[in-house]
Structures are given as C-alpha cells and as structure tokens.
C-alpha cells in the first residue's frame, strides 16, 4: 500500500522557518522524481519545488526560489522542504508528490500557516 505522510507543518511568524518532511512507503521511492505542491484558499494548486531521483538536480517556482529547498533521503524514503524566510502568502497546504512516468501519489496534505 503506497503512503506518502507529510508532517512539520504549524503556523510560524512572517521572516520564519518551517521544515516539512514526507515519510512514504510501499513503492520504489529512488526511482521517483518527488515534488511539494501547495494550495492557498480559493487558488489552484500550484507546484513549489522538484527533484529528481538521484537528488542531483532540483528546481523551485519562481516565488520561493531562493528561501526554500527540496532535499531527499533515498535511505530513509523521506523527501524535505526546508523553508525562510517565510511570507503571509505562503501560507497553504503543503503536499508531497511522487511521480514515475504515468505513475502518481499524493500526500494528504499539511498545513502551514504564516502569520503574526
């Protein structure tokens, strides 16, 4: 059974840090490519940040490039989103996506609040 588990989410004051980490299991998570996705009230979900399977290369949206980063952990299954600098407008649900070819899974999703 495929589980992706995001937790470390929490409400934390603008200029702030959270981490977010996704356990997942029941698939091959070092031949997925892992991704954090968020979605505001009212607004699309939009993708925040990528990396491949080997970790060797990432990407982020253009709103968070240079205040957050993706990592993985291939021999713990575990993808991360560390994130500063934290903005009001980042505030949403955080979620951990696996993707291989046509292959997809979702994370249930966790919260970040950012607000004073």
């Known amino acids: 059974q495929v589980q992706l588990v995001e937790s470390g989410g929490g409400l934390v004051q603008p200029g702030g840090s959270l981490r977010l980490s996704c356990a997942t299991s029941?698939?091959?998570?070092?031949?997925?490519?892992m991704s954090w996705y968020r979605q505001a009230p009212g607004k699309e979900r939009e993708l925040v940040a990528r990396?491949?399977?080997?970790?060797?290369?990432?990407s982020y949206s253009d709103s968070v490039k240079g205040r957050f980063t993706i990592s993985r952990d291939n021999r713990k299954n575990t993808v991360y989103l560390q994130m500063n600098l934290l903005k009001p407008e980042d505030t949403a649900v955080y979620y951990c996506?696996?993707?291989?070819?046509?292959?997809?899974?979702w994370g249930q999703g966790t919260q970040v609040t950012v607000s004073s």
């Open positions: 990396i491949i399977s080997t970790g060797t290369s990432t």
């Open positions: 996506h696996a993707n291989q070819f046509v292959a997809s899974y």
């Open positions: 029941g698939f091959t998570f070092s031949n997925y490519a």
